[in-house]
């Protein structure tokens, strides 16, 4: 009886395997032709200057339009497109429409774009920018590049030349959700970063959690005193918004200001959660 009961159990667990490959295999299938098709859409997030009260770049976030099942969200297909190499195709692709999207931004606003490591440490990509760049006669310093720490950490053997020949031409690199991955104090020391992403995980919860306020708040002097920017990622809260001026958090992102829209440059209604500045 245990046997009969373990073996439907096993084949089970079989069924479901077999499925989930087959489902992956489908994506991957799919995707390859949405890249050929044009079926990745640049979405745009604006970053907003927290003490000045307006946007001052905008993120390109990647967007699947799947015509039989909506809109696909990137957790689910930048890991498979970095897996199968579709990743270098769908990046250079956000990162020339995103180029071009900025160009009809207001004077002085910039695009940043999310860089997957195996972006980064192709030979190519410095080219790939620059080539971006020159097509849409998007300004260098209007650019900012994405890198997780995974990706920098790469950039410590190969791609170190890509780094600097980047900063060479005046792009700005920002590390992303800063925090969550190995060694960030290492990353800071070996490479000229000018702007910190504070990962959402760290500003989700500052309201009651004092240790993860404390944490956020330490980042937020850390880049100060290095004289780097500073974005904290997923404010969805005034409460959240107002304990991170209090910080001194230059800048911020996040639903509270807008959710990812098709529009590169969607309209902030500072008025419903910021007090007029100071500065005035
Ligand atoms: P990320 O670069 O850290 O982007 C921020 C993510 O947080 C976005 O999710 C954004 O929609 C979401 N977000 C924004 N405001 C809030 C908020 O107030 N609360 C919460 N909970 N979340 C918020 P999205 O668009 O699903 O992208 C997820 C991740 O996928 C990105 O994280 C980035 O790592 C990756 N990704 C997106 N587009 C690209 C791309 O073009 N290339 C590469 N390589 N990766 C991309
Ligand atoms: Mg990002
Ligand atoms: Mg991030
Ligand atoms: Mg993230």
Known sequence: LAKDRGRARFEV????????????????????????????????????DLRERKVVATEALARWRRPDRGLVMPVEFIPIAEEVG????????????????????????AVSVNVSPHQFVRDDFGAVVKRALSSSGLAPNQLWLELTESAVMEAIGSAARTFQELRGIGVRLAIDDFGTGYSSFTHLR?????????????VRDIETSAHDRAIVEGVVRLADSLKLDVVAEGIETTGQLELL?????????????????????PVVHFEDFLAPSATG
């Open 13 to 48: 667990f079989d069924d479901d395997l077999r499925g989930r490959i087959d489902r992956r295999l489908d994506t991957e299938i799919a995707l390859r032709s949405a890249v050929e098709l044009g079926q990745i859409e640049t979405w745009y997030q604006p970053i907003v």
């Open 86 to 109: 579709l990743i270098k195709q769908i990046g250079s692709t956000i990162l020339s429409q995103a180029c071009l999207a900025a160009t009809v931004l207001e004077r002085g606003m």
């Open 245 to 265: 001026q209090a910080m001194g958090c230059r800048f911020g992102q996040g639903y509270l200001f807008s959710r990812p829209a098709p529009d590169a440059s």
């Open 190 to 202: 070996e490479f000229d970063v000018d702007l910190l992403k504070i990962d959402v995980t760290f």
